[in-house]
């Protein structure tokens, strides 16, 4: 079975430049997130996806990231523009569903490096 | 809030044992174990349920202590390849997010 796929693996841009970032979750699993992680830190939720529904979005900076999940399958993050701040690793995980009995499985990640 | 896991980090030698602990000020609900080998995605390790259910994986095992807030990791006879970055995530009562804490490198050496 395969895992979560995610695109691109690297990504160096200039800050004030847009940026997007693909996933692909593992098929059948209806519930989608998006994590940021920097540097010697945790994960830390920014979308819940409930199929196509964005059901958590709090921890989403409305004002430059915006996300989308067409048809409930594949996911997009961007960021416009990036800022330097911006710089970590992106993680897309999948689960079945959003109970706590069900495991996230995560993607290996998009590294961005904003200049 | 932010689970506080303890060590921060922790270096043994290959068959030694480790615990890593995992403190909340809130009320869980389950506390889930993965671990992240560097510039990889974090591995799911187990969930623990409200209840102080125990749970075992091989050679890996963790506790779950709701009255505390607390959960332990526990690395038996640990193996080269156990070496990574640790963290648990937390999930308190109704539909909320899973909250990670900021992890523990554990390093095996020969």
């Known amino acids: 079975e395969a895992g979560v796929v995610q695109s691109p693996r690297y990504k160096i841009i200039e800050k004030k430049q847009p940026v997007a970032f693909w996933c692909n979750p593992i098929?059948?699993?209806?519930?989608l997130y998006w994590y940021l992680q920097n540097l010697g830190q945790g994960p830390e939720l920014l979308i819940r996806y409930e199929n196509e529904e964005a059901v958590d979005d709090s921890q989403l900076p409305k004002d430059r990231f915006s996300a989308e999940r067409l048809k409930g399958v594949d996911s997009t993050l961007k960021i416009q523009p990036a800022e330097l701040g911006d710089s970590a690793v992106y993680l897309c995980a999948s689960s079945l569903g959003v109970g706590s009995y069900n495991e996230q499985f995560f993607g290996p990640g998009t590294r961005l490096t904003v200049l | 809030q932010q689970p506080v896991q303890s060590p921060q980090a922790v270096i043994l030698r290959e068959g030694e044992d480790a615990v890593i602990n995992c403190s909340s000020s809130?009320?869980?609900?389950?506390v889930h174990w993965y671990r992240q080998k560097h510039g990889e995605a974090p591995v799911f390790l187990m969930i623990l349920l409200k209840g102080g259910e125990q749970k075992g994986h091989e050679k890996i095992s963790a506790s779950f202590n709701e009255k505390k807030q607390q959960s332990s990791l526990y690395l038996t006879a640990s193996q080269l390849s156990y070496s990574g970055t640790y963290f648990c995530g937390t999930r308190g009562f109704g539909n909320e997010k899973l909250t990670f804490g900021t992890g523990t490198r554990l390093t095996i050496i020969p």
């Open positions: 098929s059948g699993h209806n519930t």
């Open positions: 809130k009320a869980l609900y389950s």
